[in-house]
């Protein structure tokens, strides 16, 4: 698909891209230049374009996170010109492609920022704190054995849709790099109504959403000011009315006598 | 699980605290209505709150410790979130965020600030423009020493400029209340949204109608 042979126009765009050697190196902007970029490469490949050219010029590629390229596995995270996943409503950034680009744009390329996500690299983050929430409340204590029969255990359909679309979290967390205050609430709140909504996860509520918030503080997360800036760059559209079912799920915890004695994971 | 060491514990205290504090705004706006019937509206209503001896001492110890708590832990919330955010960006795009929502910190000590300015003022009466005495009835004349401050067109710009600050504070605050406690869901949300618009625009205008036409000569004795 070179620029000679391709029937489809070529373009270059200018990118100002956070270059950092190390967790505890000092980060400073680069600019690099993609050519021969076409509309129907994915943002992932015009960066697998200019890291070729790195490499070729004997350069340091630019360390980026990526693994499905399909937008399923969350893995995929950098904010392009202040939008994490590059403001393409329910786009993660392998499928936003350069036809959202202009011939000879800048595009400013940022990794993840928040207290709780250090960077391993240029666009690389460690988003481990998540992994954390998940061994801290997100999952069901009790011995589930075998598949059980369809229907064994009678769920609404709004029920299970609720805990479907909570769900369809892929944990790549942007949420938490948009969020003016690095909170984790959208993760954590569809984790914890996903639960909440179903039988199976109804007996350790409270416990869980406490064992939640807990994690969540020892990650260094912040607190949700109801901004909504989480939904908004959601790949998955994760709706804001979790973080409001995770508060509600605390306050019914608050009056329980004995909140907080989750059992820990494989024991 | 701590009410006052959790994050969406203490959360829930601003929300709890600000709810009070917005019932407050209600009827002390319904309280200062009474101006537009003239002196002896006003001077009535103080007259009948006077009476209320004591239960106005427990409403304003009560209305005090709602604020204090309100604005220790806005102030304890905010600078843990900003230490969770290094907000190193060099490009951010806010998609959703408003400016209401993004100023909250500022606009609220702006609000402790004009709060303490108002108390001093016509409360304790410590500030050089008040004017005290009694009425014909021989009641406290609330209508004079109010009509006597907001003629000052500063003093007039000063109720305004607040009156906009409360505007922003709780069109972004009154929505935050009801997904704070948790009665949010994707039907209620833009409804709560609108009612927070709508019930600040309200103040905005009902409490700036009292400085505005006093000025405007409209509102006079």
């Not at chain 1, 786009?91 to 000879?104: A, E, I, N, W, Y």
């Not at chain 1, 503080?217 to 559209?237: I, L, M, R, S, W």
């Not at chain 1, 709706?239 to 004695?261: C, M, P, S, W, Y």
């Not at chain 2, 209505?33 to 103080?46: E, K, L, Q, R, V």
Request: net charge positive.
């Amino acid at each position: 698909m070179s620029a000679q042979t391709s029937e489809h126009k070529t373009m270059s765009v200018k990118l100002i891209v956070w270059r950092q050697k190390g967790p505890n190196e000092p980060g400073r902007f680069e600019t690099h230049v993609a050519k021969g970029i076409t509309e129907h490469h994915s943002f992932l490949e015009m960066l697998d374009v200019v890291n070729e050219d790195l490499i070729k010029q004997g350069k340091d590629p630019i360390a980026f996170d990526h693994d499905c390229r399909e937008g399923i596995c969350g893995t995929c995270s950098a904010v392009v010109n202040g939008v994490p996943h590059g403001g393409q409503k329910r786009t993660t950034l392998c499928q936003l492609h350069m036809r959202k680009f202009k011939d000879g744009d800048a595009i400013y390329l940022e990794p993840w920022r928040a207290r709780a996500f250090p960077i391993i690299r240029d666009l690389v983050v460690n988003r481990g704190a998540l992994d954390k929430l998940i061994q801290a409340a997100g999952y069901v204590s009790c011995h589930t054995g075998g598949v059980p029969d369809a229907n064994a255990i009678p769920i609404s359909k709004p029920d299970s849709d609720y805990a479907m679309d909570a769900a369809e979290c892929i944990g790549c967390g942007a949420c938490v790099a948009a969020c003016p205050n690095g909170a984790a609430m959208l993760f954590a709140g569809a984790k914890v109504a996903q639960f909440a909504a179903l039988p199976q996860g109804q007996v350790e509520a409270p416990e869980r959403v406490a064992a939640m918030i807990q994690a969540m503080q020892e990650c260094g997360f912040g607190n949700c000011t109801n901004h909504y800036e989480c939904q908004a760059v959601c790949p998955k559209d994760v709706d804001v009315k979790f973080i409001a079912r995770l508060n509600r799920e605390f306050h019914k915890a608050l009056f329980k006598a004995k909140a907080g004695t989750f059992t820990p994971i494989g024991e | 699980m701590r009410l006052f060491s959790d994050s969406i514990g203490r959360k829930a205290v601003v929300a709890v605290t600000g709810l009070f504090m917005l019932l407050f705004v209600v009827t002390h706006l319904l309280g200062n209505s009474t101006i537009f019937a003239g002196p002896d509206g006003i001077n009535a209503y103080a007259e009948k709150l006077r009476g209320l001896g004591p239960f106005v001492l427990v409403f304003r110890i009560f209305m005090a410790a709602m604020l204090v708590l309100h604005v220790i832990f806005a102030i304890l919330l905010t600078l843990e979130n900003r230490a969770a955010n290094p907000g190193k960006y060099a490009v951010k795009k806010m998609l959703k965020a408003t400016f209401a929502g993004e100023t909250m910190i500022w606009t609220g000590l702006l609000l402790l600030a004009f709060i303490v300015y108002h108390l001093l003022q016509f409360t304790l009466h410590i500030t050089p423009d008040v004017v005290l005495g009694n009425d014909a009835k021989n009641r406290v004349d609330v209508f004079t020493m109010v009509f006597s401050s907001l003629r000052i067109t500063p003093i007039a710009l000063v109720y305004v400029a607040a009156m906009v600050t409360l505007f922003l504070h709780l069109s972004h605050g009154i929505q935050s209340i009801f997904q704070t406690l948790g009665l949010n869901n994707e039907k209620t949300m833009p409804q709560f949204g609108m009612l927070g618009k709508l019930l600040s625009a309200l103040f905005l205008v009902g409490y700036s109608a009292i400085p505005v036409l006093i000025l405007a000569g409209i509102l006079a004795k």
